[in-house]
């Protein structure tokens, strides 16, 4: 099984959990949001399963354990102004997104599709009155 982190290669906080994933000799595979572009990504849907390639390594999203996100994926844009270039960008991730929300992950760390849900101001609002808060 695999473990994947979701960060920028600066961010220490993704340097810190791989560390101790590696040193429990746990499977990680890192990828840097901003690299996964269509040009240099991958993904690949089969009757035996799906691989997403990458830079950084392979990986099965169906044999996940878990993921931990510290990139807010929802806010990766093209700035072409091709049309052509930013509807495949956008054809792209929406595979990608589609994917990794319908990976067996038994965590998300920081689920960025939750959190883009829990965002909206009127959701909160209504999700704290029903729990009785004010």
């Known amino acids: 099984m695999t473990t ?3 960060g920028r290669n600066a961010d220490i906080h993704v340097d810190a959990v791989l560390l101790a994933l590696e040193q429990r000799g746990e499977r990680v595979v890192r990828i840097d949001p901003e690299n996964l572009l269509p040009e240099n990504t991958s993904v690949s849907w089969r009757k ?3 691989v997403i390639r990458t830079l950084n390594g392979d990986f099965d999203p169906f044999e996940l354990d878990g993921v931990f996100c510290r990139y807010a994926l929802e ?3 093209t700035e072409s102004v091709n049309p052509i270039t930013r509807f495949v960008f ?3 991730w929406v595979a990608l997104r589609g994917i ?3 990976s067996h992950a038994n965590k998300w760390i920081n ?3 939750q959190e883009a849900i829990a965002d909206h101001k009127p959701l909160q609002l ?3 009155k029903e729990v009785g808060l004010q």
């Open 4 to 6: 994947l982190l979701i």
């Open 48 to 50: 035996s399963g799906a």
């Open 75 to 77: 806010s990766i844009r």
């Open 90 to 92: 956008d054809e792209f």
């Open 100 to 102: 990794l929300l319908g």
């Open 111 to 113: 689920d960025p599709f």
């Open 126 to 128: 209504l999700k704290a």
